[in-house]
């Protein structure tokens, strides 16, 4: 339902299912929901839904993917928060100890562009 939701652009509905989704006693919410949620506001232009989505995978200790720092950067990235995505990259792959791939470091280099700072993404 959440997938669906959000692929339709309707992610009141899409976070109100996560909500009922985590009131279920055993139901909690995985990796894969996460990154259905990130990419949804991804396409619906939400930044800020997407990053309390992103502290909402932390404190419930759920482990981000590439794949989930890849839609964390391109959120930023689209909200010209380039600092804070770099900072993102460099503090989720210390925590959870993994190595970002080149889908993450395209997402950091396109995010530089948009961001009018080509030669950040160089160095």
Known sequence: ??????QKGDMTAAFSVLEDLKKEPGCWPDEVVYNTLLDGCLSAGLPAEGERIF????????SPSNYTLTVVVKL??????????????????????????????????QACLVSHEPLRAAG
Do not use: P, W
């Open 1 to 6: 339902m959440i997938k669906g939701f959000a």
């Open 55 to 62: 502290a909402e995978m932390h404190k419930y200790s759920v």
């Open 76 to 109: 930023l990235g689209q909200a010209r928060q380039l600092d804070r995505a770099f900072e993102v990259v460099e503090t989720t792959a210390q925590k959870y100890r993994f190595r970002c791939n080149s889908h993450v470091y395209s997402a950091l280099v």
